[in-house]
Nanobody, 116 residues
């Protein structure tokens, strides 16, 4: 059974910080590179950051220096620490395996809204 539960979103002022969490089922998480994705209104879902099972991380250029991805393999949980938030970071944030697409199962996501 695939289960992805994202949390930690909210309303924050520009320049603020949030920490997102995603609890995943073991069959999704274990041994896989995990990613955080986001989808803004009217835009396609995009990969924001990913982290391998061993902890090696990559982030998109648009969030480099502001977002950090990490994971806890003992808890099947992946995190996204976001700081220096900008208006353009407003989106619904999802986690899933790296490379997931529209045919894969997704969680409900967590809304991040950045205000000026």
């Amino acid at each position: 059974q695939v289960q992805l539960v994202e949390s930690g979103g909210g309303l924050v002022q520009a320049g603020g910080s949030l920490r997102l969490s995603c609890a995943a089922s073991r069959n999704i998480f274990s041994g896989n590179t995990m990613g955080w994705y986001r989808q803004a209104p009217g835009k396609q879902r995009e990969l924001v950051a990913d982290v391998t099972d061993g902890g090696s991380a990559n982030v998109a250029d648009s969030v480099k220096g502001r977002f950090t991805i990490s994971r806890d393999n003992t808890k099947n949980t992946v995190y996204l620490q976001m700081s220096g938030l900008k208006l353009e970071d407003t989106a619904i944030y999802y986690c899933n395996r790296w490379g997931s697409g529209t045919r894969d199962t997704w969680g409900q996501g967590t809304q991040v809204t950045v205000s000026s």
